[in-house]
């Protein structure tokens, strides 16, 4: 069915359940064979891609409001989710639904509620919904053109990583129980959006202590077997509470 | 005139002029006498003090409206003002207005974008508006009892004070443009909730460079006129950018 008919059908309905004026839009990060990936949907019959989105229910906590939405996305619970930022300049939205009739719950204006996620690749399915005709993980080096202001609020999520590198277990959120250093330094460089001195950056991660060594190595592979880590979880919640001194 | 009454004579002109279920607060913070204040107001026929607030109109932007409200309260423009957190829990401010009629305006389930501002105290004209009997600056360290979830937008203000502490100039707008030493370690202090050991303070606040000894001091008092200093902005901001190294 097209959209236009999908939407008009459920505009009443919409307006029944949710909040007038309000959105949420998720920033879905994971991080798989060195690169930085973002959740992003395609909506039928536009030809831009969006971040996954939704509404907030008249019963809902906002925060509930977010978790329904990754899970509905993801089908995934527990995962690190975060509100970074608010929206909300005039025609942010509007535009996409310009020929549709006034009444429509989505031609509204919307102030847009941000969430960023950080979600493990491999325990998330995409799931495709009815306004939808894909759910892709893309990289964030090459990423589509975007619809509405959701470029804006992508840059703004993954500056807020950037920010929060230091005192939020943005790691841990991202990367399997057992990493390698290499895997490490990769995920540090795809957020910092710079290469880092493989010296410096070793040192510096273990001088703050809050790795365990373990006693396996990367199986497979031509070059010897690289040492596999993980977050010592106690250490690093304290040192993040500290903070994490310098930058990379 | 009761404030159920003015509410009720503002309510239909509310609905035609803002977008629905959504607010905005303001924590309005300045540095006074060694001690760090913010604004806060009393409502007509409530016991309680509030946060200034005020609503989203339907041809304005989310920062404007918050300018637009800051500017109504203080009678100041171009004051640092930043949006960091948007409170959406249910039942945050519905009870407040339980017995008012459910066609009311301001009886709807609102979420609240929280804008902080850092302003110059001796720049501020406080404004007491037709809705409220008081507004005043009180000190952090003895707030009166908050209304609705205030105080925990309040709190998270001040949280997020202290985390951009190493990033944004806020030392800068909150201190008039010529300051003492110890004025700045009091600023610092007050912040971060805890008392600095003024030798490493000095140290520390130097070695980043970004001040300028001036070729005066403060005149009056029994003591040595103490060393007038102001922020060199060119050097203060490029070291923002990179971030204040360490803690306090």
């Known amino acids: 069915m097209e959209l236009k008919k999908i939407l008009e059908m459920r505009s009443e309905e919409s307006?029944?359940?949710?909040?007038?004026?309000?959105?949420?839009?998720?920033v879905i990060f994971s991080f798989k064979?060195?690169?930085l990936r973002v959740i992003m949907v395609k909506m039928k019959d536009l030809d831009f891609w969006g971040l996954p989105g939704g509404y907030?229910?008249?019963?809902?906590?906002i925060d509930e409001a977010a978790i329904r939405i990754l899970k509905n996305r993801t089908g995934a619970e527990n995962i690190y989710l975060q509100q970074f930022y608010t929206f909300g300049n005039l025609n942010r939205s509007e535009k996409v639904f310009e020929k549709y009739p006034d009444t429509l719950w989505n031609k509204q204006r919307f102030v847009s509620i941000g969430y960023y996620a950080l979600a493990d690749f491999s325990k998330v399915d995409l799931i495709i919904d009815e306004f939808s005709t894909a759910c892709e993980w893309k990289s964030i080096d090459d990423l589509p053109d975007f619809?509405?202001?959701?470029?804006i609020i992508f840059d703004k999520a993954l500056l807020t990583?950037?920010?929060?590198?230091?005192?939020?277990?943005?790691g841990y959120n991202l990367?399997?129980?057992k990493f390698t250093m290499p895997e490490l330094q990769k995920l540090y460089e795809a957020i910092l959006g710079k290469k880092l001195n493989r010296g410096n950056f070793y040192r510096k991660i273990l001088r703050y202590d809050i790795l365990t060594k373990l006693d396996e190595s990367r199986k497979g592979g031509a070059h010897k077997a690289p040492d596999l880590y993980s977050f010592d979880l106690e250490k690093y919640n304290a040192a993040l509470k500290e903070g994490l001194k310098g930058s990379w």
């Open 161 to 170: 990583l950037r920010e929060q590198l230091n005192n939020h277990p943005i």
């Open 33 to 35: 064979d060195s690169s």
């Open 56 to 61: 907030v229910r008249k019963d809902e906590n």
């Open 147 to 151: 619809m509405m202001d959701h470029k």
């Open 15 to 26: 307006w029944q359940e949710n909040l007038p004026s309000l959105s949420i839009d998720c």
């Open 175 to 177: 990367l399997p129980e």
